[in-house]
C-alpha cells in the first residue's frame, strides 16, 4: 500500500514538473491569445491559447488558428454551440467567427507545423502529453458586425 502511495505522489509531482516546465516555457516571448467563448446563457470564459497564421500557398495572408488538444475540451464545446468568440492579443481585441475542423487531417497537419514552428519545444512538449493526431483545429474567421455592435454570445454577432 505504502509503495502504491509513493508511486502515485511520484506520477503527481512529474504532472506538476512537465506542467511548470510548459508553463515557464510559454511565458517567454511566444505569443499567447486569449480566447473568449461564451456559454448558452452568454457567461464569458477566458482561455489562454497559442495562436497560429497558417500561410496561403501564394504567401498572402493566411486564416488564423487556435488548436485544441482534444476534442473533449470544455471551451471547443462552447464554441461548437456558440461559433462568435472574441481573441485578444497584443494587439487588441476582435471578434472572430469560430469553425472547429476536427476531420481534416492536411488541415491538423498544417496547423500542428505551424505551431510547432512557431512554440518551438513548448510545443514539442505539449505533444508528449496530449497526441497531436488527436488535436483539433479550430478556424477564426474575422465577424461582420452589424453597425451598432452586438455582443458576442448574444446570437448578434
Not at 471547443?76 to 469560430?98: M, N, Q
Not at 476531420?103 to 508528449?128: P, Q
Request: charged letters at 25%; hydrophobic letters at 45%.
Amino acid at each position: 500500500m505504502r509503495r502504491a502511495v509513493l508511486a502515485i505522489g511520484a506520477l503527481v509531482g512529474a504532472v506538476v514538473l512537465v506542467v511548470g516546465a510548459i508553463d515557464l516555457l510559454t511565458c517567454q516571448d511566444d505569443e499567447v491569445a486569449i480566447l473568449v467563448t461564451f456559454a448558452p446563457d452568454g457567461e464569458a470564459h477566458e482561455t489562454p491559447l497559442w495562436i497560429v497564421e497558417d500561410a496561403r500557398a501564394d504567401g498572402a495572408v493566411g486564416e488564423l488558428f487556435v488548436r485544441a488538444h482534444s476534442p473533449g475540451t470544455e471551451w471547443l464545446a462552447r464554441l461548437v454551440a456558440t461559433p462568435e468568440v472574441e481573441v485578444h492579443r497584443e494587439g487588441g481585441s476582435r471578434a472572430f467567427v469560430a469553425q472547429a475542423v476536427p476531420d481534416d487531417a492536411e488541415l491538423r497537419d498544417r496547423v500542428n507545423a505551424a505551431m510547432s514552428e512557431k512554440y518551438g519545444l513548448a510545443d514539442r512538449i505539449a505533444g508528449w502529453i496530449a497526441d497531436p493526431a488527436l488535436g483539433v483545429p479550430v478556424r477564426l474567421r474575422p465577424a461582420r458586425v452589424p453597425p451598432g455592435g452586438g455582443a458576442p454570445g448574444s446570437g448578434h454577432p
